[in-house]
């Protein structure tokens, strides 16, 4: 959520820099709610002064047993008017956030603009791409040669976009969770950290799912009702809600791994094939709460966090930063590592790295004390996937395929498979 000081003071600005994330601010409307809220607090105040002036003189003339009727109706008559006086400025407010709960983030500077994500910019490249002497497949069907990965059977089960994976596929899957989480709390430095995979809807409106995006999220007919997490961004960040963390307890880094839940609405149609956009699949998730003053490097640092784990993997990928029509709705900028994959010749997403400075912070009342004041003030936010399982397990299907169909396992993973160096049908 956006410092309502800003937009109060600054409503033309604020719509100038939202407007190439394709978002456009209703400047009036704004600003007569603002001016009405305003007028009818001046207009309560006053009124309030008026009864409690009224009541000590009604105290008085009681006291000396003078009549204190006409007085009494006059302050009835107050009391009424404050009420509907109230009314309205509750309507109001709740107007008032419904239009700031629905605005995205104000991009930094750095942020390139753009009007889609042809308009990213890549920052750098790691890793060679491999040149392979022979025929090349995409990871649906290795993963069906090698009979391990069966997207009917999951279909049966549930429906379409989802998959069931078996033997040394299912082995490979079990042994990346292991591995990130190793290597970000034993290396890096972050708790490892169990959430609940459902949460409620505070939790969601916190990190900036809800109310904007209530039609992604599963949700159970339940009351109260709770919701399938998209992430585990949400229950973890969501943990220092309400909050207010000393400046020695920062910065606070989590890793976890949960599997993740999205309905994919108005995605339909995009890679219907395999298993890049599921409505289930696992994350390992990355995040910092942090003082203001050192968000900006514990992105870049939160950022080479993921990029290790496809370094140590050898899988060649990218780094982009995303221009502003292209941020996801609570961050003020975002790296994406995108990994190659070999069976659609292209570069895809891996991960997500997002400074949300105090977006996600003043929703959640997520709060430091700052020593030089003694004063509560927001916090920032951070995430990132380190990685997103699912597409690492694709990635490492399609680089380390071999020409009999048979998957190398990268060297880094083998001591979580028994030592086993390849996959391949028994």
């Known amino acids: 959520m956006l410092d309502p000081q800003l937009l109060r003071n600054n409503t033309e600005e604020v719509a100038r820099v939202l407007r190439p994330r394709g978002y456009l601010l209703d400047v009036k409307r704004f ?37 204190a009727v006409e007085l009494i109706n006059k302050t009835e008559l107050l009391g009424r008017e404050l009420k509907s006086i109230g009314d309205r400025l509750q309507q109001i407010q709740l107007e008032l956030n419904d239009l700031t709960a629905g605005m995205p983030n104000i991009p930094h500077e750095s942020v390139p603009p753009g009007e889609s994500e042809n308009d990213n910019v890549e920052q750098r490249r790691w890793g060679e791409r491999r040149n392979f002497l022979f025929e090349i497949f995409d990871h649906v ?42 290597l970000h709390s034993q290396e890096h430095g972050y708790k490892e950290t169990y959430v609940p995979y459902m949460v409620n809807a505070k939790s969601l409106f916190g990190t900036g799912q809800l109310p904007k995006f209530e039609q992604d999220q599963f949700a159970t007919d339940t009351d109260p009702r709770y919701y399938l997490i998209p992430t585990a961004e949400v229950p973890v960040t969501n943990l220092y809600r309400d909050e207010i963390l000393e400046s020695t307890e920062l910065p606070v880094r989590h890793v976890c791994h949960t599997p993740c839940f999205r ?27 942090v ?49 190659w994959l070999p069976g659609q010749q292209k570069y895809r997403e891996i991960s997500s790295c997002s400074n949300f400075e105090t977006f996600q912070a003043r929703r959640m009342r997520a709060r430091w004390r700052n020593p030089e004041t ?9 995430n990132g996937s380190g990685l997103a399982i699912g597409r690492t397990l694709v990635a490492i299907m399609e680089n380390y395929q071999n020409e009999d169909r048979t998957i190398s396992v990268p060297d880094v993973l083998q001591p979580y498979l028994g030592g086993c160096d390849r996959i391949q049908n028994a």
């Open 374 to 382: 003694n004063k509560p003030e927001y916090v920032h936010t951070l």
């Open 31 to 67: 600003q007569n709610l603002e001016k009405d809220r305003k007028q009818l607090q001046i207009k309560q105040q006053e009124l309030q002064h008026s009864r409690n002036q009224n009541s000590k003189e009604i105290g008085k003339l009681k006291a000396s047993k003078e009549d």
């Open 291 to 339: 003082e203001p003053s050192t968000s900006w490097a514990a992105l870049e640092e939160l950022t080479g966090h993921a990029e290790t784990v496809l370094q140590r993997l050898e899988l060649p990928y990218r780094v982009v930063t995303l221009c502003a029509s292209d941020l996801g709705f609570s961050s003020a900028k975002t790296y994406d590592l995108e990994v």
């Open 263 to 289: 309905s994919e609405a108005g995605s339909y149609g995009k890679d219907t094939r395999g298993m890049i956009r599921q409505h289930q699949f696992e994350k390992v998730e990355l995040v910092q709460i």
């Open 141 to 182: 069907q290795l993963g069906e040669d090698l009979e391990m990965l069966d997207f009917e059977q999951a279909t049966k089960l549930t429906g379409s976009r989802f998959v069931v994976m078996t033997a040394g596929l299912a082995r490979l899957h079990r042994a990346l969770i292991q591995f990130m989480l190793d």
